[in-house]
């Protein structure tokens, strides 16, 4: 009896508290319907509508899949049929909505004054209840409601503090705490800039420390507990717990290690040796005359370190796979180093940078080379001949950058590589509007979705004996990178259940970016070659039409049908070449 048109839209709040259901009322002659009218708006977290769900023309609120909110309104449509409801403006929508049980709006309408048991289904599909498809779903934007409840985030950076009080104050501390009773926190101390944490601290995986100084060296003081430490005297100071624990003399300047397990004044120590005995210590040896000199003898693990002085602390690590210098490390006279891996890698942990000076050669044999920082070249690079530049900008004349490997940043976009790309539009359309043309226009219109072909579409039908159609625009930007378009510019799926134009067909028409009409080919009496199945049809341009970027043109769609056969429409595909 009565079809309903036009998508539902949110409101624009900060916090919306409703949001708009527009429409428009046509009778089954396709005729507007402007006499008051009663609306049922409820909803669920099912899209289909069983038979408990509604009792004797009253809706079931203990029904499981009944959301916890309905509102009743009554409307006079103008003389077009037209109406605007603002809902939950009788009822307010539920403060936090949870997307589970708030998924699905049903739509129910009656004649004003007409009992409870009167209310009709505004089914999405036009079937009154007989598919699964029922209630009309809700985007995702009327959810703002709950923006102030954060049991969870699906964003990649969660804020606290986000109005700044700390930093605002210069002072404080911001805190995460796990547990009212528990009291467990890690916050960040903004007068003494480091996170602080309450507890132990558990690290499954590689802990990496950049930026170490003087003054933030680890402490291994303490007496217990500990793998490494300092005494001034450990035969008389310290315990030792397990046999291979290591100790710092502080008054003899060598390392020891525990050679027998007891307290303090009955453990054994002995200095660390390569050899067994004799202890190398900082202050008193100047070399060795054996071949080989050992550190680590009794592979305790972890990372083997030479240090180089005690004020100075530099040292040569090597941390079980490579070996590390804490600082630069200089080739005098005619010295090289030599790289015999294949896969061997130079980098910096400091900058990522590979500093090279004037009177030196690199000579590099491999195809390619990977630069993760700066290349600042004084001199001539054989095979690039135009990198200018001595602090962070180069320039590279002629040279291919391939844009699926690298990211390419501040290029402008005329200089970028023309390839193909595909602009795909899909029912609701953005920038649709449906329009009769004054003669014929008996037919109604709808949306639907083919599960099995993948499909959201338009069907329009008529009763009519005649052919009846309506128009459907669609206003659509050209993309700013666009250049011209491809052989076969524009496609659409549509389906017609017969395959006789005089029963069911679509028409396209389009204007370009300066308004005037464009000549098209194969873009009139289109049909299914299978009668009810799918079919992609091409259409091309004739003339020379204007195309703009970032101006827009106008697809007109114009689908007919008569004596109960339909058209359905579906996604348009817009085949352009671009950056």
Known sequence: ??????????????VPGNFIYEGRLLDSTGNPIISSHTFRFSLWSSNDKIGTDIAAG???????????????????????????????????????VDFAIHKFLQVEIKVTGGADTTYQLMDPTGDDG????????????????????????????????????????ATGAIQITFGSTLGKVLEYDYDNSYFNFNDDVNISGDLTVNGITATGLVNMSGTTGTRIREDSDPASNSACATVGELIYDTTDLKLQHCTATGAAGAA????????????????????????????????????????????????????????????????????????????????????GQLDIDADVEVEITAPTVDLNGDLDVSGTVNGITNIAGTDDTQTLTNKTIDGDDNTIQDIDISSLKDRNKTLLIFPEYDGMTISEDGTDNNATIHQGYDTTNDHQYFVLSSKKSTLQDLDIYIAVKIPDDFVSFQATPIQIYLRTLTTNIADNQVDISMTDTTNSAVTLVGATDLISAVADIWIQKGVTFGGAPTFTAG?????????????????????????????
Request: proline fraction near 2%; charge should be negative.
């Open 58 to 96: 009253t809706l079931n609120v203990g029904a499981a899949t009944y959301g916890g909110w309905q509102e009743v309104q009554t409307i006079t449509p103008n003389n077009n049929g037209t109406f605007s409801i603002k809902l939950g403006s009788i009822t307010a929508l539920p403060s936090i």
């Open 268 to 351: 054994t120590w002995a200095d660390v040796d390569s050899a067994g005995g004799g202890g190398h210590t900082q202050n008193t040896d100047t070399g060795t005359n054996s071949n080989a000199f050992t550190l680590d003898t009794d592979d305790t693990g972890g990372n083997v370190d030479m240090i180089f002085g005690t004020a100075v602390g530099e040292y040569l690590r090597h941390d079980g796979s490579i070996f590390q210098f804490s600082d630069d490390v200089l080739m005098d006279g005619t010295s090289s180093v030599q790289f015999n891996d294949s896969a061997t890698v130079i980098n910096s942990s400091v900058d």
């Open 551 to 579: 101006d827009f043109i106008v697809i007109r769609l114009n689908s007919q049908a008569k004596s109960n056969n339909k058209v359905s429409i579906a996604e348009i595909q817009l085949n352009y070449i671009g950056k």
């Open 1 to 14: 009896m009565i079809a309903l048109m036009l998508p539902l839209q949110s409101t624009v709040a900060a």
């Open 130 to 169: 007989v598919d699964g498809t029922d209630r009309k779903t809700i985007g995702s934007l009327p959810y703002a409601n709950n923006a102030d409840v954060a049991s969870a985030s699906y964003e990649e950076n969660f804020i606290i503090d986000r109005d700044n009080t700390v930093e605002g104050n």
